[in-house]
């Protein structure tokens, strides 16, 4: 990616499409599509994506079902892109015109690993492909659950960036003993959590003095403690984490 | 221009990594000893000598009235569930079809997690996408998929560690069995018996997922065996010999047997002249290099598909006189019990307990006295033959083996010349019902209600003796059965059958003690387990997983 002094992280949002996304779109959209549609999206006789100009994807919906479908008895075939790199690719193609690609938000994925293993300890409550404690959600295949947008809001700390079934929990059992750990399921009797020590926990509630489910997680802002240089390169190496081929 | 990092450079560090250590949770020792806890149930057959003998006793003749079901799991899946669920100190953790792996609470049934692997859509098992379990070490669930691939999965996370490529699905290669960890390693054999396949077992790293050795069900040029592919063509090269069931471990001798299945294709022998070794054999591999240190062959030049698709069960006991021999008892798909000796492969004995008609009886080798059938003719067993996949027990209070097994079932065998083509059905007949209006047998679920009758076959757990060979007694079911059998110490047989019942019989009698209506297909091995001092007993029938436990315990 070109790396331009600019906005701030997160802070544009051009009407629906967040900024995040609209670049990871631009940084796919380079690599892979450019090619036929050309870098300003009029290269194709049939559609011109600079003038909005393709009646296929009147919906967004429809527009991501193509970009990964392909087009039968077209050029455009059917490609292996993960639900957050085509709401990335949809974002960049509704906005090729506008988009602001002066902020920073993706980085070198080398570097952002050293960073989330070094700096920004992100390693030592997170799990990567077998390496690393339990006590945060595993990361292994963030990059294909997770948007651009989502990402960068988690980096930044924002409230909310938590999946509720993911928040820490206190538990006091009827004998006293506290457990504290991370929630994983839970129906109207029964609570299931990683505890502290890494173990699978499943409690009956009418054994619980106390079950409290905490609303904000231990998850830092990294706004203060990585530039946002270092916070793009992270949000690239989240990014390439798509699980095991 | 600064680049994300690449999926390969991303792999290539992760690989990289010093691993998690694999001894937090369930050692390699802890496996050798399994029957010491059994509260647990450690890998698919309970222990390594495959015996699905549990020590448990609070659940007992005398109160074995009280069962009540204490919680189901509803599977997303139709396919059979086949499942047998590990159980590790409360947790269960299993596999429902194809290929998808859960973690639940053993007492209340609550889900911690949930694993889905989608198989590729090369994949084409021939009897359907299911799956029959996992193998644990550490902290680390290993399942082998319908499209061939071995998958190493988080205990605690339900995350995916590592996945290896065990063989080709495009080519008909599948795996079904749950896999077997021996010390470091995790053993799988491959199923495509029906596609031409050329079957292999082998063992992985359970760290890497490297590869650590393969031995090919059927030898290649220049070793030992292969001269029993006659004919010098390739016949050998598409001969099948799957593996469909989990072999079993002697830590003495530190060898591990596994049964191969048919010789393909699978009704034209005239295509494969020759014995066809190690098809519908057992092998006795060393555990650390599988080498090859004896194989005994059920079923020479296989004319029916009668693999050896069961689990060896591996007892002391002595039946010769001479002190507690090291035996391996064998109910096989031909129709005939065996007793080997394990430590050499030696024949010690083998009857019929089923009809009988290919044969008359084994020679003082073992070998078959065939008597083939004449064209038209009906030939028993049929094709699913006297017992299948689904394991038996073996009781050391009673000393009496439990099967289930399919009575007056038989075939009408038609060869038919067939060429062989990639990835497709390399079968050579088809084998026809025996009984004009009666639904065909086959081994891949009930057909439609309102026509099963005694002239298509009859289910039934068996109860034989090592010692004679002689059957001690016999349940009978109307329909025919997939289920697998449990005894327990307190002298119980747990078993159910193809109707949806699932039975607790007396395992000296036979005697039907209490009965639960399931509502679907018992096609898979029961299991029990305890949690907090009380004790479960838990079968899969249809799409759901059933825990049962004594009424007054919570």
């Known amino acids: ?245 | 221009m600064r680049r994300l990092m690449s999926r390969a450079g991303l792999l290539l560090l992760s690989l990289m990594l010093p691993a998690q250590s694999l001894s937090a949770q369930v050692t390699s020792k802890r496996l050798l000893e399994a029957a010491k806890e059994p509260h647990n149930w450690l890998t698919y057959s309970g222990d390594y000598a495959s015996t699905r003998h549990s020590l448990l006793r609070q659940i007992a003749p005398d109160n074995v009235g009280e069962l009540e079901m204490k919680w189901v799991f509803q599977a997303r899946s139709l396919e059979k569930f086949e499942t047998t669920p590990l159980v590790v100190d409360g947790v269960m953790y299993l596999t429902e079809a194809p290929n998808t792996v859960i973690a639940l609470d053993a007492k209340l049934g609550s889900a911690f997690w949930r694993y889905e692997h989608v198989p590729s859509s090369e994949s084409r098992p021939c009897c359907g996408s299911v799956n029959r379990g996992l193998a644990i070490l550490g902290e680390t669930l290993f399942m082998a998929t319908i499209d061939a691939q071995l998958i190493a999965i988080d205990t605690i996370s339900g995350r995916p560690i590592w996945k290896t490529a065990v063989a080709d699905p495009s080519l008909g290669y599948a795996m079904t069995l749950a896999p077997l960890v021996i010390g470091d390693k995790v053993v799988v054999g491959v199923a495509g018996g029906e596609y031409g396949i050329r079957g292999f077992i082998a063992a992985y790293d359970a760290v890497s997922g490297d590869e650590v050795w393969r031995f090919y069900t059927i030898p290649g040029p220049g070793e030992p065996g292969h001269e029993t592919w006659e004919g010098g063509g390739d016949a050998w090269e598409h001969g099948g010999a799957s593996v469909w069931v989990t072999g079993s471990y002697d830590p003495e001798l530190n060898l591990t047997y596994w049964g191969i299945g048919n010789p393909g294709p699978d009704w034209n022998p005239a295509q494969r002249p020759g014995d066809n070794l190690y098809s519908d054999s057992v092998v006795a591999l060393d555990a650390d290099t599988g080498e090859l240190e004896w194989h005994f062959q059920f079923t020479p030049n296989d004319d029916y598909d009668y693999d050896a698709v069961q689990v060896p069960v591996l007892v002391d006991l002595d039946v010769t006189g001479v002190g507690s021999d090291k035996l391996m008892l064998w109910a096989n798909r031909n129709g005939f019990f065996y007793v080997l000796d394990r430590a050499t492969g030696e024949f010690i004995r083998g009857t019929p307990f089923v009809k009988v008609n290919w044969a008359s009886g084994l020679d003082e080798k073992g070998r078959p006295i065939e008597t083939p059938q004449p064209l038209g003719a009906t030939t028993y067993p049929c094709v699913p033959g006297g017992t299948n996949w689904f394991s038996p027990s073996f009781s050391p209070n009673t000393e009496l083996i439990y099967v289930s097994a399919w009575e007056n079932c038989g075939h009408v065998f038609r060869p038919v010349e067939v060429e062989y083509r990639p990835g497709q059905r390399f079968l050579g007949g088809p084998p026809t019902s025996p009984n004009p209006g009666a639904p065909g047998v086959t081994g891949r679920g009930r057909p439609l209600i309102n026509n099963w009758t005694e002239d298509v076959a009859n289910g039934a757990v068996l109860a034989l003796d090592p010692r004679t060979g002689e059957q001690r007694w016999r349940f009978k079911m109307t329909d025919v059965t997939q289920s697998g059998v449990l005894s327990t110490a307190s002298d119980l047989v747990f078993a159910g059958g193809r109707e949806g019942y699932f039975h607790a019989l007396d395992a000296k009698t036979g005697e039907l003690l209490w009965k639960a209506t399931l509502g679907g297909s018992i096609a898979s091995c029961p299991i029990t387990y305890a949690v907090e001092g009380k004790q479960y007993v838990a079968a899969a029938a249809g799409s759901a997983l059933f825990v049962f436990g004594l009424r007054l315990q919570k």
């Open chain 1, 1 to 245: 990616m070109v790396v331009m002094a600019g906005l701030p992280l997160g802070a544009q949002d051009a009407g629906g499409y967040e900024q995040t996304d609209i670049e990871y779109g631009f940084y796919l959209y380079s690599n892979h599509c450019v090619s036929c549609h050309g870098e300003n999206g009029d290269m194709e006789r049939k559609v011109n994506l600079r003038l909005g100009d393709f009646p296929n994807s009147p919906s967004d919906a429809l527009l991501g079902n193509n970009i990964r479908d392909g087009i039968p008895g077209t050029q455009m075939t059917p490609t292996e892109y993960t639900a957050p790199e085509i709401t990335a690719l949809v974002a960049y193609v509704r906005n090729i015109t506008t988009a602001n690609l002066g902020s920073i938000s993706l980085g070198d994925g080398g570097q952002g690993q050293a960073l989330f293993e070094g700096k920004g300890e992100c390693g030592s409550c997170h799990r990567v492909f077998g390496r690393g404690p339990r006590s945060a959600p595993d990361l292994s295949n963030i990059g294909s659950v997770r948007t651009a947008a989502q990402l960068e809001r988690a980096i930044l700390g924002s409230e909310g960036s938590t999946l509720p079934i993911n928040r820490p929990v206190r538990v006091v059992k009827s004998d006293g003993t506290v457990i504290n750990g991370r929630r994983i399921n839970e129906d109207t009797f029964t609570v299931q959590l990683i505890d502290d020590h890494e173990r699978l926990v499943s409690l009956e509630k009418v054994t619980l003095r106390e079950l409290t489910i905490l609303t904000s997680s231990d998850m830092p802002s990294y706004e203060e403690t990585l530039t946002a240089e270092e916070r793009a390169d992270v949000l690239a190496y989240l990014l390439s984490l798509k699980g095991l081929s």
